[in-house]
């Protein structure tokens, strides 16, 4: 186990409503990064957070957004929900090295369902 | 813009077989790293190995085995006699060195039968 622990595990939704979803990071680590996994594809990046700040974002609209508390735990809201929003959602946390390419320890993941 | 290629979409073998997953993958960094995880029916992410791009040596871990070729831009993962329990989704992945996401390819679903 990775020590990444993610909440709730399953939630169902219905289209325009609101989710959050959190996760909380490894010890020690420092940053947060939040992927989403479409049935049958590769996770892809929504966002990460360092220190409390967005650092980088994917091709991800508005909607969705996220925050990092000061003990590096993690949160990411979506709003207006959207069918195609149904998907795993994957956290990951990792310690941010200035050299890039930090291994990221993923969480289990949080399955959402929209209707 | 970095991109990940696992061109197989599934392999299925019998236990004891040896498995060659294929990944290759486009970047314009000339520092980057590549991944290896693995997806089990759980859905967790298990981290296998990081290669940077100043390391071509190949590596062996067990029954894992990886080999890197920047020539060609290959990153290939072997199991050596395969076994029930490594049936999963294996995913490439590629970062950049001031990029710190990871870049994932599409997957490709291994089942080992007894």
Redesign the interface.
């Known amino acids: 186990e990775t020590g990444v622990t993610q909440s709730p595990t399953h939630l169902i939704k219905t289209r325009g409503q609101q989710v959050t979803l959190r996760c909380s990071s490894q010890s020690g680590h420092n940053t947060v990064s939040w992927y989403q996994q479409a049935l049958g594809q590769g996770p892809q990046f929504i966002f990460q957070y360092y220190r409390e700040e967005e650092n980088g974002r994917g091709n991800f609209p508005p909607r969705f957004s996220g925050l990092q508390f000061p003990n590096y735990s993690s949160e990411l809201n979506v709003n207006a929900l959207e069918l195609d929003d149904s998907a795993l959602y994957l956290c990951a946390s990792s310690l941010r090295d200035i050299r890039g390419g930090a291994e990221q320890f993923f969480g289990p993941g949080t399955r959402l369902t929209v209707l | 813009a970095q991109k ?1 290629t696992q061109a197989q979409t599934e392999i299925s073998v019998v236990e004891k077989e040896d498995v060659t997953l294929d990944c290759v993958y486009e970047t314009r960094d000339t ?3 590549l ?1 290896w ?1 693995k997806q089990p029916p ?6 296998l190995i ?1 290669r ?1 791009s100043f390391d071509e040596q190949n590596e062996i871990s067990g029954r894992y085995s990886w080999n890197f070729q920047k020539s060609t831009s290959s990153f290939n993962f072997t199991i050596t006699a395969s076994q029930v329990v490594d049936s999963a989704v294996y ?1 490439c ?1 590629l ?13 490709t679903t291994v089942t080992v039968r007894a």
Not at chain 2, 42 to 47: M, T
Not at chain 2, 95 to 107: E, I, M, P, Q, V
């Open positions: 990940v520092t980057y790293y991944f995880y759980s859905g967790e992410l298990v981290f990081r940077n995913f992945a970062s950049g060195s001031n990029d710190y996401k990871l870049s994932f390819g599409a997957g």
